[in-house]
């Protein structure tokens, strides 16, 4: 019954209940690995606290690297104030913890949430979504995290369900589905976008979603390019939709709740990579929707309020699925990740200007709310309707 109810759930809009929310911006320095290292390069990124970060310029190096934080603060250095900045020794559960985790209990009650990786191929973006066993990223830890708030939530009953698709040359796949045909993007006019025919996995309990995500990580597109051993074309994105109603009530008050976690690709401009035939097009497609990313957050940036400003989400793929985590209904956190390494220094100053016009973005959230109660009246409608027919025949 109420598996039925939350097939047929229909987003019903609260009047009440709407709040604005500011974009979140996280930073998060990854260290110089073993080759960098071995090169003898070095880190150029600084905390001047939890949400300050200072950027040396290469330049400038040699001089600079005796001085102590107290007289970069006051020279010339980039500095960047963000919701967040996180260091080289920084983990993946220090992030979550200040970024994704004070959403989660949203999330359960109605509300939409969304959470992106945005930098330079290498930044480390799929480290912080995905990660591995021994530093599971924000996809796992957040899912962990949903089923420890599920136990603890004794008067309610959830159902908790995940997609997970990719966007690769502007066409989108399932990547928990052994398919190479794209799936098509409709708009609907309650929803959104719809990915049709993506499926959607019922997930019982945290222990399936690392297997589940390794099968599907597998089945991204990774190509080596110039600018990166393994870097990752295309964007993956994984949604976790928890459904919460009540236990022992016959009009069940129905809320559902969607976190989308995306690992988005390389941020680096396509003349940067030295690519040729099937691969140029990959970049060329790849700047299509990271283009598209950097103008919609370049017009809600700049928008003030209730002015109209017009935001071409339409001109990509990744843009129409992100819609609504960019201003629409939904708490939004952007994660930029950048190198600590002197060489990515040009990345890493883009990543950092890029993230901080997204900080004046602004969100609408509200709950989405139903009631089984509805559907029941609309069905019983239907039996007198059809009763009625039955009678005059
Ligand atoms: P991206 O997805 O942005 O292209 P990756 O996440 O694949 O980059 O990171 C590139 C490499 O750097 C990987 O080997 C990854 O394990 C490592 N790495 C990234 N971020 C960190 C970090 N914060 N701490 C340690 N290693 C990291
Ligand atoms: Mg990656």
Known sequence: ??????????????????????????????????????????????????????????????????????????????????????????????LYNVTVAPLVHGVLRGLNATVFAYGATGSGKTHTMVGDDQDPGLMVLSLRDIFEHISREQE??????????????????????NSEKPLELREDPKQGAVVVGLKRILVPSADHIFALLREGNKRRK????????????????????????????????????????????????????????????DGANINKSLLALANCINALGKRKKKEFVFVPFRNSKLTRLLKDGLCGNSRTIMVATVSACNQQYHHTVNTLKYANRAKEIKTHVRRNQGTVDTHIKEYQKMIDNLQQEVRTL
């Open 222 to 281: 990774t190509e080596s390019t110039d600018a990166n051993a393994t870097s990752s074309r295309s964007h993956a994105v994984l949604e976790i939709l928890c459904t919460r109603s009540d236990k022992n009530c016959y009009a069940k008050q129905v809320y559902q709740g969607k976190l989308a976690l995306v690992d988005l690709a390389g941020a680096e401009r396509a003349h940067e990579t030295n690519n040729a035939g099937r691969q140029l097009r």
């Open 1 to 94: 019954e109420l598996v039925d109810a939350t097939v047929q759930f229909t987003h019903q809009l609260m009047k009440k209940g709407v709040s604005q929310a500011t974009l979140q911006v996280a930073v998060r320095c990854r260290p110089l690995n073993d080759f960098e290292k071995s090169r003898g390069y070095v880190s150029i990124t600084r905390l001047v606290d939890d949400k300050v970060v200072i950027v040396l310029d290469p330049e400038h190096l040699k001089e600079q690297r005796e001085t102590n934080l107290d007289v970069l603060k006051r020279s010339k250095e980039k500095q960047y104030v963000f919701d967040r900045a996180l260091g080289e020794n920084a983990t993946n559960a220090m």
């Open 156 to 177: 309610k009953q959830f159902i908790v369900e995940c997609s997970y698709m990719e966007v690769y040359n502007e066409l989108l796949y399932d990547l928990l589905e």
